[in-house]
Each structure stands twice: as structure tokens, then as C-alpha cells.
């Protein structure tokens, strides 16, 4: 199982970017798939999730980020808009969730995450 995560780069604030996060070795089609974002110094923190159940998002980003999926191509989005700086961080994708949806230890695949910048 592999997670191919891109899309990251550096924007201005309130610009937007897409990241984008391949999987393959199996489906997903079943399983939550999330988005995390970690910054230099801090905890791993969840960014959003979706499952043919629905979409869940952090609170710093509702309404600014949406999280999509194709499962045709087997590759989830994040769509960010209204990027701030406080956004910086690079983002991981995830899935083989086995408990709570926005805890990082409870997902088995993770991507080698992509950085994005967010200047002031």
C-alpha cells in the first residue's frame, strides 16, 4: 500500500492550492480517508476526513478547506482557499483507520506528506 501525496508549494496569503493523494496497492473505497498537517515544533494535527458517510473537518479550516475523493482514481483532494499563514505546515494523507477519525495513531498508511507555505 502506498500513499503518493503533492500539490504543496508556496502561495500568498489568501491565494488557494489543491493538494492530491494517490493511492494504490488496494482499494479505499470503503475507508476513511483524512488529510494532517504538522508545523515545525507542533503535534501532528487532523485537517479533514471523508467516508462514503461524509465529511469532517477541523475547525481552523471549515469553511476554507474541502476534501473530495475519486475512487475511480483512487486519489482524495484538498481543495484550500483563503490560505493564511498559519497554515504552513506539511500536510500528510492517510487511511486504514482503525478508531477515531481525526487521531493520527489510528491510521495505518500515511504519504510522505507536501509542504506548503503560506507567506504574509
Known amino acids: 500500500v502506498q500513499l503518493q501525496a503533492s500539490g504543496g508549494g508556496l502561495v500568498q496569503a489568501g491565494d488557494s492550492l489543491r493538494l492530491s493523494c494517490a493511492a494504490s496497492?488496494?482499494?479505499?473505497?470503503?475507508?476513511?480517508m483524512a488529510w494532517f498537517r504538522q508545523s515545525p515544533g507542533k503535534d501532528r494535527e487532523f485537517v479533514a476526513a471523508?467516508?462514503?458517510?461524509?465529511?469532517y473537518y477541523a475547525d481552523a479550516v471549515k469553511g476554507r478547506f474541502t476534501i473530495s475523493r475519486d475512487d475511480a482514481k483512487n486519489t482524495m483532494y484538498l481543495e484550500m482557499n483563503t490560505l493564511k499563514p498559519e497554515d504552513t505546515a506539511v500536510y500528510y494523507c492517510?487511511?486504514?483507520?482503525?478508531?477515531?477519525?481525526?487521531?493520527?495513531?489510528?491510521?495505518?498508511?500515511w504519504g510522505q506528506g507536501t509542504l506548503v507555505t503560506v507567506s504574509s
Open positions: 492517510a487511511t486504514g483507520r482503525a478508531g477515531l477519525y481525526f487521531s493520527p495513531t489510528e491510521y495505518a498508511y
Open positions: 496497492g488496494r482499494s479505499f473505497i470503503s475507508e476513511f
Open positions: 471523508i467516508r462514503w458517510s461524509g465529511t
